[in-house]
């Protein structure tokens, strides 16, 4: 057995999400989005000569321990890629939406919904889009006193 292929692990005692991939048509585009602006780190990244495309897994820690995104890019770029009427969007929590809602804004990162909170006494929340137009959502993890 190859442990390489096994960085989920092999001892799963139950089911859990490991992963959502989602197709990039410029893969520095999308790792500077994912890595630089998100603060997500490369875990892994793997090239497939034969089929002519790359697969890269980013997360926030340093292990598959937790769920990543997988961004693959298929070299030729032949077809353009649609969300289709199913997608929604990535849900990324994030322990102050205000400080970092200021920093994406710095970085140029455009919000198309900017933080509110939906419902008294949830969470603010925000969505921004990445390169591709796909919707990431953006969720207050810490502490949070509405004022």
Not at 20 to 33: E, G, T, Y
């Amino acid at each position: 057995m190859d442990d390489s292929y096994w960085m989920w692990g092999k001892n799963a005692s139950h089911p859990r999400i490991l992963h959502a991939m989602i197709r990039v048509r410029n893969l520095d585009r999308s790792l500077d989005f994912y890595c630089n602006k998100l603060g997500m780190k490369v875990i892994s990244q793997t090239d497939f000569e034969q089929g002519r495309f790359t697969i890269v897994f980013v997360n926030f820690s340093d292990d598959f321990d937790s769920g990543a995104i997988e961004l693959t890019h298929n070299w030729d770029g032949a077809e353009d890629y649609h969300h289709g009427s199913g997608y929604g969007h990535v849900a990324i929590g994030v322990p102050d939406l205000a400080a970092f809602h200021m920093r994406l804004t710095k970085l140029g990162v455009e919000f198309t919904v900017e933080p509110k909170v939906m419902i008294a006494g949830a969470p603010p929340l925000a969505f921004v889009r990445d390169p591709d137009g796909y919707s990431i959502e953006l969720i207050q993890t810490g502490g949070y006193v509405e004022t």
